[in-house]
């Protein structure tokens, strides 16, 4: 899926933990949309580590246990931060059924703080749950881009993180998202040679003007650091 006059930049695998922490890193303003492969999950949460000890506190709705521990804790030695700081200063809400998505999607709409970063991990598959009926999953997930816009609406700044799913009704979904984004993350196979090794595509940013000022987070560095 395309958008016109979007360049695209290609990191190889062996490039992605850069892309947490360099140019490519969202600027933290929006909506951000961080989709393709199974790692965009990883780099969602490198990127939370990377958030925190920039100073902005980080709240993630989970959707299907995509929250993993060890890769923060990577993330973390891989930067030289003190562990249980970033882990107790990062915020996670677990949701098993699709009325549980909504109703963390509808809380942060009515109650979120703009100073807070929202990410959403795999919101989309509860929706193909083999228990939830395809159109009232069709239905619901309609419901939840239209919290996503409000989310947006109300100011708040927040990344969707998530992958592919056959169902037909995440076409529809996926066209949403990538409407409602304002800035676009693409994880994808290159096929050179048969390898097929993730790739990070970044559409160009809108220049949005300048972050928001948010206060600190304990996220110390190991002491000899």
Request: neutral net charge.
């Amino acid at each position: 899926m395309g958008y016109p006059g979007r360049v695209q930049t290609v990191v190889r695998q062996q490039h992605l933990k850069r892309a947490a922490t360099g140019l490519d890193l969202w600027d933290c303003r929006g909506a951000a949309f961080l989709y393709g492969e199974s790692a965009a999950f990883s780099l969602a949460l490198a990127w939370q580590v990377h958030l925190l000890e920039a100073g902005h506190p980080v709240f993630s709705v989970d959707g299907a246990n995509r929250f993993d521990v060890f890769t923060l804790v990577d993330e973390c030695l891989r930067r030289g931060l003190a562990v249980d700081p970033v882990l107790d200063a990062l915020c996670v809400q677990r949701a098993f059924t699709p009325y549980q998505i909504l109703d963390a999607a509808t809380r942060i709409y009515k109650e979120g703080d703009p100073r807070t970063l929202y990410f959403f991990l795999a919101p989309c598959k509860q929706f193909f749950d083999g228990d939830v009926n395809e159109e009232e999953g069709e239905y619901l997930l309609g419901r939840l881009l239209g919290v996503f816009a409000k989310i947006k609406q109300a100011g708040l700044n927040f990344v969707i993180a998530d992958r592919h799913y056959t169902a037909p009704a995440f076409r529809g979904a996926l066209q949403g998202m990538y409407e409602l984004a304002d800035q676009h993350f693409a994880i994808t196979k290159d096929d050179t040679y048969g390898q097929n090794p993730p790739t990070l595509f970044h559409a160009d940013r809108r220049d949005r003007g300048a972050p928001a000022q948010l206060p600190p987070v304990a996220a110390q560095r190991r002491s000899g650091a």
